[in-house]
């Protein structure tokens, strides 16, 4: 699929290398390598820049790929004033270690792993000249290097923001299960909708579940509700993931997962920032104190044509399931 654009898209002083077709088909194997993900947009595969030994993330936009100029061209220029080191490529997504059993991540690594992404999400809101809004975070987005560094990447939905604005209301954009209610119900993105996917993500890790399970009953199907539920219920240390046969440091284990639900929280206004969650995370302020009792998100009844606008909205599930 061929992309043409205007260079004067692109802002003055943006340092972007070129590639040609045949360059990028041989780091990339012809496109037969290791893919990292793959989306509504395209593949990404895994490519190796001999010259600067280097791994690389390789895009392919599919033919049936909804990316237009507007979002390519954000997303190339959103990486390209990046630089922090937990965000772009590695080896391996992280969904595909908690839940397609490619490594069974220690109870270390995991909680490395949400610092990681922790230090991310700050950089992307509060460190660069604009604010960047994800709108995408998610376990598949995650990457890990070699010694299972997180790496937040895809930022084919994301948008620079001012700082004193730092919302967006847009079409509705992102993943079932990881969207904020918020988001469902206006397609508003902010700090905040950001902050609850950090959030789902945060509970994915301790629990070993997905966001969101079908097969499960529906007291159970969604993750967020269920540990609500079980913090109410002062059962909390039962969901943490039995596949880590209690090796956890408990202190930690609590901690992740009282986070985790308080930057969930159906109300944006009683969701921390994204500054004070890496403060709990880091033992440098008290876990946050929540109602036992989860509070009911609201939706609006009038969202059908946001559902089916341009942008992808992936899910499969329908939108009065609890997020």
């Not at 997303?75 to 630089?83: A, D, L, N, P, T």
């Not at 995991?110 to 960047?132: M, P």
């Not at 997905?210 to 509700?225: F, G, M, N, T």
């Not at 308080?262 to 929540?290: G, M, Y």
Request: glycine fraction near 6%; aromatic fraction near 8%; charge should be neutral.
């Amino acid at each position: 699929m061929e992309i043409s654009f205007n260079s004067d898209e692109f802002q003055n002083g943006m340092e972007l290398r070129k590639f040609s077709l045949v360059q990028i088909a041989k780091m990339t194997n012809n496109f037969n390598g290791e893919k990292l993900g793959e989306g509504g947009f395209g593949v990404v595969y895994k490519g190796y820049l001999k010259d600067l030994d280097t791994y690389v993330a390789v895009k392919q936009i599919s033919k049936a790929s909804k990316q237009g100029i507007k979002e390519y061209t954000s997303e190339v220029k959103i990486i390209s004033q990046s630089r922090h080191k937990n965000l772009l490529m590695a080896n391996g997504s992280l969904d595909s270690h908690l839940f397609k059993g490619k490594t069974l991540l220690t109870w270390e690594v995991r909680f490395k792993i949400v610092q990681d992404l922790a230090s991310a999400l700050f950089y992307l809101h509060e460190e660069g000249d604009h604010c960047v809004l994800h709108r995408d975070i998610k376990a598949s987005n995650i990457m890990l290097d070699s010694s299972f560094n997180a790496k937040l990447g895809d930022f084919g939905l994301a948008r620079l923001v001012d700082h004193a604005k730092a919302s967006q209301t847009t079409h509705l954009a992102g993943t079932m299960g990881y969207l904020a209610p918020e988001c469902v119900s206006s397609g508003k993105a902010s700090k905040e909708s950001d902050v609850y996917s950090f959030g789902v993500v945060a509970l994915e890790i301790a629990c070993g579940r997905r966001s969101i399970e079908p097969k499960y009953e529906e007291s159970q199907a969604s993750l967020v509700a269920w540990v609500w539920n079980a913090y109410g219920s002062q059962r909390l240390p039962d969901v943490a993931d039995p596949k880590l046969c209690m090796n956890f440091d408990a202190k930690q284990m609590e901690c992740l997962l009282m986070v985790g639900l308080w930057c969930v929280h159906p109300d944006q206004h009683l969701r921390p920032s994204i500054r004070q969650t890496i403060q709990v995370i880091n033992f440098e302020a008290p876990l946050p104190k929540l109602p036992g009792t989860r509070p009911t998100p609201t939706y609006d009844a009038q969202i059908t044509s946001e559902i089916q606008a341009s942008e992808p909205c992936v899910s499969s599930m329908s939108i009065t399931v609890p997020c």
